[in-house]
Structure formats: structure tokens, C-alpha cells
């Protein structure tokens, strides 16, 4: 039994910090149209898509939770005048969240890392338009560090 769990710790950690990344991207954007327990919300996606969801994606969005006032001023503070953070996009602001939280309270993932993972993600999830704009509002965060 402890073999079991021990083998499914390993697999679910297994992978790249983009997938970890990715997860936690789906992970976040999933939470923010369920009132659910993360760990629950996690169980829930894991079953959908038959996989693990890794540690570092679980423990990244239920970090997003417990700092989600001051990672959302953060964004919020460097939007274009008159722009207000409900009129983001539901997958650019989980994308955001993300890399915002990594940027504040994760030391050993460089800020640029952090960003330039974001603009892949929103490649992949998102439209032109929106990487650029995520890519200017984290720019700017990562310049008031």
C-alpha cells in the first residue's frame, strides 16, 4: 500500500514545470467558477483527464487563494487607465494569477521565468492580443519588484 502511494506521489511529480505550470494554470482557471475545496477541485480535474495533477499545481492555486486580494492588486494596479480586472478574461487572469504568485512568494523561479511561461501558456489558451496584453501587465509588475 505504501509502495502504491509512493508510486503515484513520483508519478504525479514527474513531469516538466511547464506541465506542473499548466496544471496549475487549469487548476486556477477551473476554481474560479466553483466555490469547491481545491484539493477537491483537483480530485475532480484528475478524474476528467485521467491524470495526477502534480503537488506544485495544488499547492501553487491554493497559495493563489490565500494571497488572491494582494496578487489581484498587484494586476489590477498595473492595468491601462480605466480598465478594471473584471474585464479580463477568465483564462488570461488564471495565466496571470499564476505567474503573479510564482513572482511574489516563489524565490527559487526567476521572474522572467515566470513571465515567459505565461506568454506560452496564453499562446496555447488564449488569443494574439491577449499575450501581449499579459505580457505588458506582468512586464510592468516585474519592473516595481
Not at 5 to 33: D, M, P, T
Request: aromatic fraction near 8%; charged fraction near 30%; hydrophobic fraction near 40%.
Amino acid at each position: 500500500m505504501c509502495e502504491e502511494i509512493n508510486a503515484v506521489s513520483k508519478e504525479r511529480n514527474n513531469i516538466s514545470r511547464y506541465k506542473k505550470r499548466e496544471q496549475a494554470f487549469l487548476l486556477c482557471f477551473e476554481s474560479l467558477f466553483s466555490d469547491a475545496d481545491i484539493d477537491e477541485l483537483a480530485d475532480n480535474a484528475g478524474d476528467a483527464r485521467d491524470e495526477f495533477l502534480s503537488d506544485y499545481a495544488i499547492d501553487c492555486v491554493k497559495g493563489i487563494k490565500k494571497h488572491q486580494e494582494e496578487i489581484d492588486e498587484k494586476i489590477s494596479s498595473n492595468l491601462k487607465s480605466g480598465w478594471k480586472i473584471n474585464r479580463i478574461s477568465k483564462v488570461s487572469l488564471a495565466i496571470m494569477r499564476v505567474a503573479v504568485y510564482e513572482m511574489l512568494y516563489l524565490e527559487d523561479i526567476p521572474v522572467s521565468v515566470s513571465i515567459n511561461e505565461a506568454v506560452e501558456l496564453s499562446k496555447k489558451y488564449t488569443v494574439e492580443d491577449d499575450t501581449a496584453f499579459i505580457n505588458g501587465v506582468l512586464g510592468a509588475i516585474a519592473k516595481a519588484l
